[in-house]
């Protein structure tokens, strides 16, 4: 299924339809500017269903993604690859009033009418799965060796060691 296929997200949930694909990460254009290089594969899970019964009730779509993304390090500035993993329950709704109304049980998604682009629900699941701050867990062992080697004489010297020895002078002058 290509990404960019419109669906009707009421006729699957009323269905209880399940879709299954892959995405090209390149094709998720609003997540670029967060992934060092926009390459690889997201491949995700959608089964629909809704809310509760009733004419009133919302589509809802328990949402599985998992992707190989490039993040750039916060720390070392280097590119490395991480394994991204997401699991949600979307539910579609038509305006910010009806997103406040949701349980937190729910992640809202804004779909103004029935119709339901694929592409834009996964860029935004691409996106709440990133971490805030993306650090390459190869960049930890970079830090604790330049952390010992700083260390090393810091342990000799307090930083308020000179503060004591004028205060011991002082203390010899009264």
């Not at 892959?22 to 269903?49: C, K, N, W």
């Not at 119709?115 to 699941?125: A, Q, V």
């Not at 996106?127 to 604790?144: G, H, M, N, Q, Y």
């Amino acid at each position: 299924m290509s990404a960019k296929r419109t669906v009707n997200a009421r006729k699957l949930a009323a269905n209880r339809a399940e879709l299954q694909g892959s995405v090209q990460i390149q094709a998720l254009t609003g997540a670029h500017d967060r992934l060092a290089e926009p390459d690889g594969v997201l491949e995700y899970s959608m089964a629909f269903g809704f809310t509760k019964d009733g004419e009133d009730s919302l589509a809802v779509i328990n949402l599985e993604l998992q992707a190989e993304v490039s993040l750039r390090c916060q720390r070392s500035l280097q590119p490395f690859r991480q394994v991204t993993r997401s699991k949600s329950q979307v539910v579609l709704v038509a305006d910010v009033a009806q997103a406040e109304l949701m349980s937190e049980d729910y992640e809202p998604f804004a779909c103004a009418d029935i119709e339901l682009n694929i592409e834009d629900l996964l860029t935004e699941e691409l996106l709440l799965a990133l971490p805030l701050v993306a650090i390459d867990p190869e960049s930890e062992k970079f830090r604790s060796a330049n952390d010992e080697q700083t260390n090393v004489g810091e342990q000799d010297q307090h930083p308020f060691a000179g503060l004591a020895a004028l205060k011991k002078d002082l203390a010899a002058k009264q």
